[in-house]
């Protein structure tokens, strides 16, 4: 009691006025009463912190919200959490605490703590240094807060597992379709379902309520339904002139019947679908749980029901077992159920219907609707998979494109052509790391690719001119060491020749009475050269500066240093790209491919090299994750990015340093897993410790002198890869 | 010479078509002969078979990435008064009257196998340069190979010129109840369990080219099927003998155990 007191003699000491001193009285004897006396007394010292940040508005709000948080939490270290996690939020975003707080309940009940601490994060890093768009975002006014909300509390969504569902559902049926996610927003009411066409299928991103290692087997027991449709349906059933009703027991009998005949040949699918089927055989009749219940009933044969309805489908499915492959038969059973239903005068509401169990889909792949009788809900997913259809058949039909399509980079869209060339158009999306919350955000920043500006044709020839002592020197130095020459190996334990020389050696041994040398063969080996190499350039604004030794800017150098590594690189036939980056915020990294790997170094790509100009920042990570995503498909066994920078990443919309370094840092890390090593060439840099933190210190180097950079560039690749 | 070269027992073999029929044929006019199909299919089973039926011996050798002509046709050895040569497999089945099965040829490098070029035309010849002998090929001397087309990228196939001195015969997986009949009798388990191990490995196969290389080959199935002979439930069989060895990559073997678990 007493340390109560002395936390609200403190209060009132502090000028919050009287007001907030009684509502914090009344809102910290709830939080005792739910949580303990503890954490009501150290809100005290968390309601202060919020209102000297955000004012006496958020500290009422605050006062509203702790009993609520105290509740749903029900632990006293969570609401721990969540009093501290309030008290650094509200000094990030403080115009945004209130309406934080005043959705307490709803974002408790969504999220747990840390979950809503990601969120909270997601949502000031989303907004940068922009206060009005990180007040849309807290408001939910921006879409992105809603999503991101949905993506932090479900947990395993489809797509974190879409690949091996993918993979499950083409091993079981031989089937490949697209598999697309649910638009957000449109199917949030109760009935989520997944929807398939002809070649698509559309799958929720998550089921609602469901999670972990349930929704796991949701989506493979929906995938797997699927698939049985596909594989056994038929065509399409005419609507003609059947009623709401009629078309969701036709429908309910042919998922019956395919669900049956995938059984027959996969006998534990029935493990899998029975488990969803929780329909039980009492409460009320209304028509949709009559339809869970037949549901059940024709797939579990433990199941009794004592409703006469349901035991006249059962036994009208399963009197035609001799007939399944007809689908045909879903339409005469269902009809005969249909009428029955219609005779006893049941409701039933086409609106509010979703079908049952959850796994089965909404059956509109198994209707031919005609074009103007579609009902609402059902015409735009449709509409909407005509046209993903037709889009796919739009695309050329590229070899890569069809081999994206089984990568796990498969969103990866292809451009459409762009209005502006300087603007760029989205290729895809990359993750980035966020030190603090401790995640990786998947889809977090744009990659704009930007087409290549070609830049004075005179640039090749200078270049040449410019260079011509160290590109012959280079030249000459790659034929000497050209590799994949076979090379001689004398004095070999095996080999397909004598070696002579060693062969006299042993006689003269053996004559003489010494124990011979037994290894006089010789071979020969060709010395194998498997590497790919991806150069990165660095043209942010401050690759613009002009540098004391030289007084030209920086990137004129680097662009003459690229030129002749190039030469090297296309000299030893190693296969290279060259690209350059810089951007503008996470939704504009602006990605400037010069040149990739199936093409050969020519003219038009040191053109392109001439045109590159500098300009705003440096979001290194995700570069470095773009361009590793390109490398990763290289087959050579060893990979290499050799990025050439001139300083630490930074980007408008990241207040905090640290952010990029560390994103950076974990992208380097994660390519390393992947077998991609990430060299950095630093020029003219300033902060060795941080290059190193990012890079590791063996994988970076300093160029001082950038009258160098040329001669160096190109020997510390030769020595580097050699 | 080529006694221990010799089949004695009947190897099993179970047909799947007429080509017992065209490999004895071919082997009648003396025809080199390729084996394409996947692995595990049955292609070594059905030369040794042919080999016990021909009653010949067969020499088998093994193709690899570093193995060179030498490795095929002999070298020259040391022995105390100096060198003396030796035969390499392919040398003894041509001087004796052997089928010399070269398997995964695709394997060996393309310049080592150009040494059989003068084997398989009407020549019937085998240069020992080196030792500057010519070898006339016995009578009973035929060359098979066999070859896996999916296995490998195209960076690895046969050169125009050997292919086209070859006739060639097609293995694949057999159909489902042959397969079946295959795994029963092999590992000596009931029909029904066969069933189901072939039902799981079908599927596996439509994941070809989608994330595997190559589906459960009848040779995985019929290890399973030993498995669960000696005691160990289908489950972890298909875990030890199919999963497992076919992928590293924890996506598909988390969609192929899910396929056991829907099949069995």
Redesign the interface.
């Known amino acids: 009691m007493a340390p109560w007191l002395r936390a609200r003699r403190k209060l009132d000491g502090a000028g919050y006025g009287e007001a907030l001193c009684q509502t914090y009285a009344r809102a910290s004897i709830t939080v005792a009463s739910e949580v303990g006396p503890e954490p009501a007394i150290e809100m005290a010292d968390t309601l202060s912190a919020v209102t000297i940040k955000s004012g006496l508005q958020a500290g009422a709000h605050f006062c509203e919200a702790a009993p609520i948080a105290a509740r749903l939490l029900k632990n006293f270290q969570r609401f721990r959490a969540w009093l501290s996690l309030m008290q650094r939020f509200a000094a990030l975003a403080p115009e945004s605490v209130v309406p934080v707080l005043s959705r307490t309940d709803a974002l408790i009940a969504e999220l747990n703590v840390s979950q809503l601490e990601a969120w909270l994060l997601a949502g000031v890093r989303l907004s940068g240094v922009d206060v009005e768009k990180r007040l849309a975002f807290f408001t939910f006014e921006a879409p992105e807060a809603a999503r991101l909300l949905d993506r932090e509390s479900k947990g395993i969504g489809f797509f974190d ?1 879409d ?3 993918r ?2 559902l ?5 089937v ?1 379709p697209v598999i697309r996610e649910a638009p957000p927003g449109r199917h949030d009411g109760s009935g989520r379902r997944s929807s398939f066409g002809e070649s698509f299928i559309q799958m929720p991103g998550h089921y609602r309520g469901v999670r972990g290692p349930e929704s796991e087997m949701l989506f ?1 027991a929906a995938l ?1 339904h699927i698939g049985a449709h596909l594989r056994f349906g038929g065509r399409r059933f005419a609507l003609g002139q059947l009623k709401p009703l009629q078309v969701a027991v036709v429908s309910l009998i042919e998922d019956a019947r395919v669900e049956h005949l995938a059984m027959a ?5 029935r ?2 679908w029975t488990a969803f089927h929780v329909a039980e055989a009492s409460g009320a009749l209304t028509a949709e749980s009559r339809f869970a219940r037949l549901s059940r009933a024709l797939i579990d044969p433990d199941f009794e029901d004592i409703d006469g309805w349901v035991r006249k489908g059962r036994e009208l499915f399963f009197a035609a077992k001799d007939k399944w492959h007809d689908p045909a038969i879903s339409r005469s059973i269902g009809n005969l159920l249909g009428n029955d239903l219609g005779q006893l005068r049941i409701q039933f509401n086409a609106k509010s219907y979703a079908v049952q169990p959850l796994y089965r889909d909404d059956n509109l792949g198994l209707w031919a609707f005609p074009e103007d009788a579609a009902p609402e809900e059902c015409s735009d997913v449709i509409v909407e998979g005509a046209r993903a259809t037709q889009g796919d058949d739009a695309l050329p039909p590229d070899k890569e494109r069809e081999e994206t399509d ?1 990568d796990p980079d498969a969103d990866r869209v292809k451009p459409i052509p762009p209005k502006d060339p300087t603007q760029g158009v989205a290729i895809a999306r990359q993750s980035e790391y966020d030190y603090e919350a401790r995640v990786e955000r998947p889809d977090w920043v744009t990659i704009h690719a930007v087409a290549p500006q070609a830049g004075a044709a005179s640039y090749d020839r200078e270049v040449r001119q410019r260079y011509q002592a160290l590109i012959a020197r280079i030249t000459e130095l790659v034929r000497a060491t050209r590799v994949g020459r076979p090379e001689r190996l004398k004095k070999q334990q095996e ?4 070696d002579l020389d060693a ?1 006299i050696e ?2 003269r041994d ?1 004559r003489s009475g010494f124990l011979p040398d ?1 290894r ?1 063969y010789q ?1 020969r080996q060709a010395r194998h050269r498997d590497l790919s190499v991806s150069v990165l350039l660095d043209i942010s604004a401050s690759t613009g500066d002009p540098v004391g030794d030289v007084g030209v800017p920086i990137i004129d150098v680097l662009r003459d240093a690229t030129v002749v590594l190039a030469h090297a690189m296309a000299e030893l036939r190693d296969p290279f790209s060259i690209a350059a980056f810089n951007s503008n915020g996470r939704d504009d990294v602006r990605y400037t491919q010069i040149k990739n790997f199936a093409e050969p170094f020519t003219r038009a790509a040191t053109a392109a090299l001439a045109g590159i100009k500098p300009g705003y920042s440096t979001r290194l990570g995700a570069a470095l994750r773009e361009t590793g995503s390109q490398l990763a498909r290289q ?1 050579s066994h060893r990979r290499l990015i050799l990025l050439i920078s001139d300083g630490e990443p930074s980007d408008i919309d990241c207040p905090d340093p640290k952010y990029l370094v560390e994103d950076a840092r974990r992208a380097v890390q994660t390519l390393a897993g992947q077998g991609i090593n990430v060299f950095s060439v630093q020029v003219g840099s300033r902060d060795r410790e941080t290059e190193e933190r990012i890079f590791g210190r063996r994988n970076i180097v300093h160029i001082n002198s950038i009258a160098e950079l040329p001669e160096k560039l190109s020997f510390l690749y030769l020595r580097l890869t050699a | 010479m080529l006694d221990g070269y010799m089949i004695e027992t009947e190897p099993y073999y179970r047909p799947t078509g007429n080509e017992v029929d065209l490999f004895a044929a071919a082997y009648a006019a003396r025809l080199p002969a390729m084996l394409k199909g996947p692995t595990g299919c049955g292609k070594t089973r059905f030369i040794e078979h042919m080999a016990w039926r021909l009653k010949r011996p067969i020499v088998t050798i093994s193709c690899h990435e570093d193995m060179t002509a030498s490795d095929l046709v002999g070298r020259f050895l040391l022995d105390p008064n100096g060198t003396v040569w030796a035969d390499g497999p392919l040398t003894l089945a041509v001087r004796h009257g052997a089928i010399c099965y070269l398997d995964e040829v695709v394997e060996a490098r393309q310049d080592t196998t150009v040494v059989i070029h003068a084997l398989t035309d009407d020549r019937r010849i085998l240069p020992l340069e080196k030792k500057g002998e010519l070898v006339q090929a016995h009578p009973d001397f035929q060359l098979v190979i066999s070859y896996n087309p999916g296995y490998q990228s195209v960076l690895k196939d046969l050169k125009e010129s050997t292919k086209q001195r070859f006739c060639a015969l097609d293995f694949g997986y057999p159909d489902p109840s042959v397969e079946t009949e295959i795994v029963a009798s092999e590992a000596n388990i009931d029909n029904s369990t066969a069933h189901t191990l072939v039902e799981i490995a079908r599927r596996s196969r439509n994941l070809r080219g989608q994330g595997l290389n190559e589906g459960a080959s009848t040779r995985m199935l019929i290890s399973a099927g030993h498995l669960i002979k000696a005691g160990v439930p289908i489950g972890e069989a298909c875990t030890v003998a199919l999963i497992v060895p076919i992928t590293d990559d924890p996506d598909m073997r988390d969609a192929l155990s899910n396929v056991v678990a829907a099949c069995a």
Not at chain 1, 495 to 498: H, P
């Open positions: 597992m690949r091996r569902l993979a499950y083409s091993a079981l049926f031989g490949h493979r797997a040949e996969m006998p534990g699918l493990r899998l089984r080999g397909e020749t004598l062969c042993a006689v053996m037994l006089v071979a087959p």
